[in-house]
């Protein structure tokens, strides 16, 4: 068995260094990272882990977020050049936990072409005093109960009901190699030459889409802009990333966190309601 893992970043320096060295923690033999244009220090990262460790680093320049075409590609090489049985699909901002410590002792002997798992994203509240410096130290707690909002069918600018990332979120597909023709954008499903078996799987994804008010101003500059810039993308694809990249410019990045996260007043009556729980899970792997 031989796992790979694919992953598109663009200026993730504050992440992308914990990320590779978590994921080879878990298992991974091999990582392939395309660098959209990263302009913060984090190509200098890839190229320094390219030098020393089993990563392969792409180029791709175009800003028109083409992630399906990119993603897939990556995953072709995967398995074409680097032998690739299984190839976990990532983001910068996602951790995915083995309750075993390692990914390939849930693949072993597994016949589905595809493993469905579950997402939880990682808040902390937009108003916090003093809030730790490094990431992993700020955002501690996760929605218990994650609402289900059809936010695209809603107008960009309309109120939500909730914290943009209270959330429920659609699951991720680690997939077998063999027959597989495509990555769906978002990296949440595949498509195979055969009729493909996803099935349940109880590796845990932890997602840290907001770490500080900096990383989120430059990640909706650029998702906004991308995605506004692929005409052949529906308006709903990128839904959170336009609504955002509109309120950015016309109310600031004040009113951005609001929207995606609670407030400190807010998070304190929903761990008071079980709504919300601290978990401290990946905060000890890393420190570790």
Request: glycine share 4%; charged share 20%; net charge negative.
């Amino acid at each position: 068995m031989t796992l790979v893992m694919t992953l598109l970043v663009r200026d993730e320096i504050d992440i992308i260094q914990q990320n590779l060295d978590f994921h080879f923690s878990q298992g991974i033999d091999h990582i392939v990272v395309i660098d959209n244009g990263s302009v913060d220090g984090t190509r200098d990262i890839l190229a320094d882990y390219a030098r020393e460790a089993p990563v392969t680093v792409l180029d791709e320049p175009e800003q028109n977020y083409n992630q399906s075409l990119w993603m897939s590609n990556a995953a072709f090489l995967a398995r074409d050049t680097l032998g690739a049985t299984w190839v976990l699909n990532n983001d910068a901002d996602e951790f995915w936990l083995s309750r075993t410590g390692d990914l390939k002792d849930q693949l072993a002997g597994q016949t589905a072409d595809g493993l469905k798992c579950e997402r939880y994203n990682m808040l902390f509240a937009y108003d916090q005093a003093r809030p730790p410096t490094r990431w992993s130290e700020r955002a501690l707690y996760r929605v218990t109960t994650p609402q289900a909002v059809p936010v695209s069918e809603l107008p960009l600018l309309t109120p939500l009901p909730c914290p943009y990332f209270y959330r429920k979120l659609p699951p991720k597909i680690l997939c077998q190699t063999r027959g597989l023709q495509e990555i769906t954008q978002g990296n949440h499903n595949a498509r195979y030459a055969h009729k493909a078996a996803v099935v349940p799987s109880d590796i845990q994804i932890y997602h840290y889409p907001v770490r500080s008010e900096q990383q989120m101003q430059s990640k909706v500059e650029n998702g906004g802009a991308s995605y506004a810039a692929n005409a052949d993308f529906p308006m709903n694809m990128g839904w959170h990333w336009r609504r955002w990249y509109q309120m950015l410019h016309s109310r600031g990045i004040e009113a951005v966190m609001q929207d995606a996260l609670p407030s400190q007043a807010q998070l304190q009556q929903d761990i008071a309601e079980s709504r919300v729980t601290l978990d401290r899970t990946m905060i000890e792997l890393l420190r570790s």
